[in-house]
């Protein structure tokens, strides 16, 4: 998790260099200012990355001893399937649907998004976490 810390925050000096290039360049706002947000995101992720990084016990990508079957094994448990993704998108393109055709389409989205978000986060809370 180092080497991609180390990654980010390269890719953040490389992306604010050419914000800097392009706004002096174009002088166009809304190019200049994207390039400036995705520097302060490539800074956010490099950083978390960095701080896990210390916090976490280092992984054969940081060895460089190590082989591709060190990193072999379980990576984590993922959901076989789950149908709150799409209430989230079904919800998210109503949202957005709303911005283009009119803000009321946002009291029907905010319900559907509520929904899959508690669905979501309380969807393995099962069987000895239940309340009676």
């Not at 940081?62 to 993922?78: L, Q, R």
């Not at 283009?100 to 986060?121: D, E, H, N, Q």
């Amino acid at each position: 998790m180092k080497i991609q810390g180390k990654m980010f925050i390269w890719l953040s000096v490389f992306v604010l260099a050419m914000a800097v290039v392009y706004g002096v360049w174009s002088k166009e706002p809304a190019g200049t200012t994207a390039l400036f947000l995705a520097f302060g995101l490539c800074i956010m992720v490099g950083f978390y990355l960095g701080f896990t990084a210390r916090r976490v016990d280092t992984g054969a990508q940081d060895n460089k001893e190590a082989d591709v079957a060190d990193d072999a094994g379980e990576i984590g448990f993922f959901s076989p399937h789950s149908w709150q993704p799409l209430s989230l998108a079904v919800g998210g393109a109503i949202a957005f649907l709303g911005v283009a055709v009119g803000w009321w389409l946002l009291y029907f989205a905010a319900p559907i998004i509520m929904i899959g978000i508690f669905g979501w986060v309380f969807e393995y809370y099962r069987g000895e976490n239940r309340t009676q």
